[in-house]
């Protein structure tokens, strides 16, 4: 039967909580790849090995693995009798199939009375591969290497490894909600912290209808590209323009766009709390533009108590770029859109506010109704990878 067996590395060190951690994975890859694609998928001692079914498309499960948090690398194979004549033949048939000049063969017995070695199993299993390819053995920097993992109920034989995402599956940390815009920064940023096994809760602001539809429509698209990775995704669209009138109404210009964000950091916090999620997440980057000085990243944090977690803070902007590329958001971030920070937007900002300008700003400004109507307001959706249906939510 042919098998995919995946790897993992960094939740195997997880201590008392691998089972929870690997249970976690089970479930995500089984949501990521389309149902039909296999019968089974279970955890074998420090691997998981999809069985895969007679019908299935390999490409297709391939490209749902390379989505998956907390995969290491995976790698295609067989599930087949463990007596030693089926691991030639069929260890055989896989190596075949491909172009080698040198090969080793490795393996590993959880079953150890098994009648031969490892070292025997790899003698003889080589042997047989010399006698029909004419190749040659090289234990060191082979071509090719055929594993093969004695297990109760059969043999595992599989070959080259295919990388995978790494980082932590999807899942295993708290929720956290993530401030986002359609720029390059905020996708990247959403994407580190996904990446470390935490559940996004995405909010997104706009000021329609002074801005055009396109900018949340280019948010919805950019979700739509994360939740590749996150399989289901809630994301609050909350209207701001109310709020940002007020602002513009009574607050000097210059403290304009800080507290805009300040006005936004609270309104992701009300989001948390219903959503219980324990952090938010912004594309913040120290220096990138005027509103991102030291200064004024604390300003904007401190009217919360939740951490921000800015996974961008040091990164240059070819970097952001090339993992936006990477990650598919990049196309859509550099579409045109306005966006609500873009709208009445002063030509002197402050860089170096303090909290007691910001503190004398907002004391004029009545903001009570405005921030419970724009919670109420708020329109939420919910979004899917393509491998899961409805019901299963
Ligand atoms: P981005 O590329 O993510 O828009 P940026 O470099 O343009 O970031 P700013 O516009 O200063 O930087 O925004 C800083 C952060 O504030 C963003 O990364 C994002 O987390 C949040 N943010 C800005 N605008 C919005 C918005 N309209 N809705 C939700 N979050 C926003
Ligand atoms: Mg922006």
């Known amino acids: 039967m042919k098998i995919i067996v995946v790897h993992y590395s960094e939740?195997?060190?997880?201590?008392?909580?691998?089972?929870?951690?690997?249970?976690?994975?089970v479930n995500n890859i089984r949501r990521a790849c389309p149902r039909k694609s296999f019968r089974e998928i279970n955890r074998l001692r420090g691997r998981i090995v999809i069985y895969l079914s007679a019908s299935c498309d390999t490409l297709e499960v391939q490209k749902s693995l390379a989505t998956v948090f907390g995969v290491s690398h995976f790698s295609f194979g067989l599930f087949v009798n463990k007596d030693i004549e089926t691991l030639k033949e069929e260890g055989w048939k896989l190596l075949k199939e491909l172009t080698f000049g040198s090969f080793k063969v490795r393996t590993k017995r959880a079953q150890k009375?098994?009648?031969?070695?490892?070292?025997?199993?790899?003698?003889?299993?080589g042997a047989f591969i010399v006698e029909k390819s004419g190749k040659k053995v090289d234990l060191g920097n082979s071509d090719e290497t055929l594993f093969i993992e004695i297990a109760e109920k059969g043999a595992l034989l599989?070959?080259?490894?295919?990388?995978?995402l790494g980082g932590l599956p999807v899942g295993t940390n708290e929720a956290a909600v993530s401030l986002l815009s359609s720029g390059i920064d905020s996708?990247?940023?959403s994407y580190m912290i996904l990446k470390r096994g935490v559940k996004l809760i995405y909010a997104h602001f706009h000021s329609q209808p002074y801005t055009n539809p396109?900018?949340?429509?280019?948010?919805?698209?950019?979700?739509?590209?994360l939740t590749r990775f996150q399989l289901y995704a809630k994301a609050y669209f909350i209207p701001f323009i109310d709020i940002q009138k007020e602002i513009m109404a009574k607050a000097p210009s210059a403290l304009r766009v800080l507290l805009?964000?300040?006005?936004?950091?609270?309104?992701?916090?009300?989001?948390?709390?219903?959503?219980?999620?324990?952090a938010l997440v912004t594309g913040e980057n120290v220096g990138q533009v005027a509103s991102?000085?030291?200064?004024?990243?604390?300003?904007?944090?401190e009217v919360t108590g939740l951490p921000i977690l800015r996974p961008l803070a040091g990164f240059d902007k070819d970097e952001i770029i090339e993992r936006a590329k990477e990650i598919g958001t990049f196309d859509i971030s550099i579409q045109p859109y306005e966006d609500c920070c873009s709208l009445f937007v002063p030509k002197n900002?402050?860089?170096?506010?303090?909290?007691?300008?910001?503190?004398?700003?907002?004391k004029s400004l009545e903001m009570d109704v405005l921030l419970d109507r724009a919670i109420e307001q708020s329109e939420i959706k919910e979004f899917r990878a393509a491998s899961i249906e409805a019901s299963k939510f």
């Open 11 to 25: 939740i195997a060190l997880k201590g008392n909580n691998r089972v929870y951690f690997e249970k976690q994975l």
């Open 113 to 125: 009375e098994y009648p031969l070695t490892s070292v025997q199993i790899n003698q003889q299993v």
């Open 158 to 164: 599989y070959l080259e490894k295919v990388k995978g």
């Open 187 to 189: 996708p990247v940023s």
């Open 214 to 225: 396109a900018s949340q429509e280019n948010t919805e698209k950019i979700i739509e590209q």
């Open 260 to 278: 805009y964000r300040r006005y936004m950091v609270r309104l992701s916090e009300r989001i948390a709390k219903i959503e219980n999620a324990k």
């Open 292 to 301: 991102q000085t030291i200064s004024n990243i604390r300003v904007v944090a």
């Open 349 to 362: 900002p402050a860089t170096k506010a303090s909290p007691k300008e910001l503190y004398l700003a907002e």
